[in-house]
C-alpha cells in the first residue's frame, strides 16, 4: 500500500500563490490515480482536483477552475497542487489522497472521499485578507 505526505502550505496574502507537494512510498505510484480535497473549519472535507495516473486527464473543483493546477511526477512519485490568486475562503487543510488502479495507464477520474484509499495528514493553507 502506498503512503503520502503532504508539504508547502504556509500563510499567505490574499491574490497570492503557493504550490504543495504530495510524495508518495511504498507502492509504484503510477498505479495510483490521485486527488487533492480540503477541510476547512467546520466544513465537511470537499474535492479540489484530481489527476489520472498518467497524469492525462485532470479535473478541478469550480470554485478553482482556472486559479488551481494539478500536476504529477511519475518519476519523483510526487503530485503537486499549484494555487494561484489565493482567497480567504481557500483557507483550509488540503489533503492529498491516492487511488489504487488495477490497471496501468488509464484517465479514470476520481471524485469523493470514499473513491480514495489513502490518505496524507494535510497541510495548512491560510490565505489573509
Known amino acids: 500500500q502506498v503512503h503520502v505526505v503532504e508539504s508547502g502550505g504556509g500563510l499567505v496574502q490574499a491574490g497570492g500563490s503557493l504550490k504543495l507537494s504530495c510524495v508518495a512510498s511504498g507502492d509504484t505510484f503510477s498505479r495510483y490515480a490521485m486527488g487533492w480535497f480540503r477541510q476547512a473549519p467546520g466544513a465537511e472535507r470537499e474535492f479540489v482536483a484530481a489527476?489520472?495516473?498518467?497524469?492525462?486527464?485532470?479535473n478541478y473543483a469550480d470554485s478553482v477552475k482556472g486559479r488551481f493546477t494539478i500536476s504529477r511526477n511519475n518519476a519523483a512519485n510526487t503530485v503537486y497542487l499549484q494555487m494561484s490568486s489565493l482567497k480567504p475562503e481557500d483557507t483550509a487543510v488540503y489533503y492529498c489522497a491516492a487511488h489504487f488502479v488495477p490497471s496501468y495507464g488509464t484517465n479514470t477520474l476520481y471524485y469523493t472521499l470514499d473513491d480514495y484509499n489513502y490518505w496524507g495528514s494535510g497541510t495548512q493553507v491560510t490565505a489573509s485578507s
Open positions: 489527476i489520472s495516473q498518467s497524469g492525462g486527464a485532470t
